[in-house]
């Protein structure tokens, strides 16, 4: 059932992460008041007997699951026990406990790295297991990708009201800017910052991008998710069902570019002028990754915010916790 209610109970997963802090914002500011949330350290959602006795004893009318092992591309390929493990055990507490309290809407992330390697572009929702997954994330996206049939099969079996949601990739406040572990946005944020003036001569040094910079990728502010999310919770059921292909709709902004076109804006922004090479030793991943997104588009909803103003606002919020990082 749709959220409309002002009062009703929403259980944000992983609340303090990029997405779902973001989540929590536009929830507030669209007027919810009763919103809630635990941490990793509080409640550990792989424990199945935690997570159960959480939704007893919370019992939320609303969940959204932004709680998830996430990482770049080294990440996923360095540590694919923690990526495929915790997610699945994540997902399967997570959803099971909303089932089995009657939770009136649940918005699962996956994430479009699902998709085939060599999915056509953009890519729709129906190229869902068409072809081979790229080797170095196949392992997030099988259990991804179990997560949305997990939903999927709830709803067949139980009726449940569950959606999975399909971002492409996301960058904002509260993103992982650890150099080994994040995704490209952050990491080349950090690095042309730290670049700057940072040559001997005092001019700006040198940045390397991992690969060949010729993949393409395609980016959406964290805050534009988190309002497609609250969009997708208003959304009436037979609206929503009508639109979402076996209840999955993809996120995205409908344009891409080349990481080296990427590094090229964030110089712009962070106003680095060094020289920039690349590391051929590191992984390129998949070649491209644009989605189709004519089913949010049908519904209503589209992005708003540029990817030039989107490194800004990350950019500004980075300068503001940048000793955390730089201490970590
Ligand atoms: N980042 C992207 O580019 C991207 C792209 C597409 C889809 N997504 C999806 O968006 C969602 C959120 O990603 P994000 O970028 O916001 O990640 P994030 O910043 O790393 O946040 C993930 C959150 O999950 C929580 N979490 C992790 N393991 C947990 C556990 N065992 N028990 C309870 N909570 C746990 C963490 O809680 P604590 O902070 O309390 O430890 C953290 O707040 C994920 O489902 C991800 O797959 C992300
Ligand atoms: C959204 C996420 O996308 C992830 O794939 P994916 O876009 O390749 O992950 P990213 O780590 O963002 O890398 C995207 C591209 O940027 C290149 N790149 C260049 N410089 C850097 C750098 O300094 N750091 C990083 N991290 N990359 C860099 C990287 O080689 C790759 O071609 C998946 O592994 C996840 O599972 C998830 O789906």
Redesign the pocket.
């Known amino acids: 059932m749709h959220l409309s209610d002002p009062s009703a109970s929403i259980y944000i997963a992983g609340h303090r992460g990029m997405v779902g802090s973001a989540i929590w914002s536009a929830l507030e500011s669209a007027g919810y008041e009763n919103i809630f949330g635990r941490t990793s350290s509080e409640l550990d959602l792989r424990n199945q007997a935690d997570t159960h006795a959480f939704f007893e004893a919370q019992q939320p009318d609303y969940v959204v699951v932004a709680a998830a092992r996430?990482?770049?591309?080294?990440?996923?390929?360095q540590y694919p026990a923690d990526?495929l493990y915790d997610n699945l055990a994540i997902e399967a507490n997570v959803l099971r406990a909303a089932q089995q309290h009657g939770v009136k809407r649940l918005v699962f992330l996956g994430?479009?790295?699902i998709y085939p390697k060599h999915a056509p572009q953009p890519m729709p929702e129906d190229s869902l297991l068409t072809g081979p997954l790229?080797p170095?994330?196949q392992w997030?996206?099988v259990a991804k990708i179990a997560g949305h049939k997990l939903c999927q099969a709830f709803h067949r079996q139980h009726g449940s009201d569950m959606v999975t949601l399909m971002p492409?990739?996301?960058y904002g406040p509260n993103d992982n800017f650890d150099?080994e572990t994040?995704?490209?946005?952050p990491?080349?944020l950090r690095?042309f910052h730290e670049a700057k003036g940072a040559a001997p001569d005092g001019s700006d040094a040198s940045v390397?991008?991992?690969?060949?910079?010729t993949?393409k990728?395609e980016f959406l502010y964290s805050h534009d998710l988190a309002d497609a999310v609250r969009f997708v919770l208003e959304t009436r059921e037979d609206d929503l069902r009508e639109a979402a292909y076996e209840g999955m709709l993809n996120v995205g902004v409908g344009k891409d570019l080349s990481?080296n076109e990427l590094a090229a804006t964030i110089q712009d922004v962070v106003g680095h002028d060094g020289p920039i090479e690349h590391d051929p030793s590191?992984?390129?991943?998949?070649p491209r990754?644009l989605v189709d997104t004519t089913r949010m588009d049908e519904l209503g909803w589209s992005a708003k915010t540029s990817l030039h103003d989107g490194i800004q606002k990350t950019y500004d919020w980075y300068r503001e916790h940048e000793d955390e990082w730089v201490a970590a």
Do not use: M, Q
């Open positions: 996430v990482g770049g591309i080294l990440a996923n390929d990526f994430s479009t790295c790229e170095t994330n997030y996206a492409t990739n996301l150099l994040s995704h490209v946005l990491a080349l690095k390397t991008l991992w690969g060949s910079g993949p990728r990481i590191k992984p390129d991943g998949t990754k």
